[in-house]
């Protein structure tokens, strides 16, 4: 069972891709066609379509989905430490909300960041 505060929290991610969402769409209009995609390591930087700019929220829902699978099931994860019977439940539920946290973090690093220079200006 998962605690109604885990859920609260985890509700959280999906607000900000929501209000990102309808942000996007609102401006989606004034973005130029042709926007630079920034390159990692030894790629440089280049240009593309501004559809790019749904792929950060389509990937942020897949991450989420990933999470809430494994805040589902806690008890498959593979602890690398000895839990005695009467502490599993507490672990669980630490370990529940650093997944909530995490995935606030990665919603808040992959949507409004990613393109901050291309939406918000």
């Known amino acids: 069972m998962i605690p109604k505060y885990i859920r609260l929290l985890f ?3 999906f607000v900000i891709i929501i209000c990102y969402s309808v942000y996007l769409c609102s401006v989606y209009s004034s973005i ?3 926007i630079i995609i920034h390159g990692y390591g030894s790629m440089k930087d280049s240009y593309g379509s501004k559809l790019f700019l749904v792929f950060p929220v389509l990937m ?3 991450v989420l989905v990933f999470i809430w699978l494994i805040i589902r ?13 009467e502490e ?3 672990t669980y ?23 901050s220079d291309v939406v918000f200006k």
Do not use: G, H
């Open 11 to 13: 509700c959280i991610p």
């Open 32 to 34: 130029p066609e042709t």
């Open 60 to 62: 942020n829902l897949a």
């Open 73 to 85: 099931r806690p008890d498959r994860i593979k602890f690398t430490f000895e839990m005695k019977e």
């Open 88 to 90: 599993k439940e507490k």
């Open 93 to 115: 539920r630490i370990t529940q909300l650093a997944l909530v946290i995490i995935a606030i973090f990665v919603t808040i690093m992959m949507t409004p960041l990613s393109f």
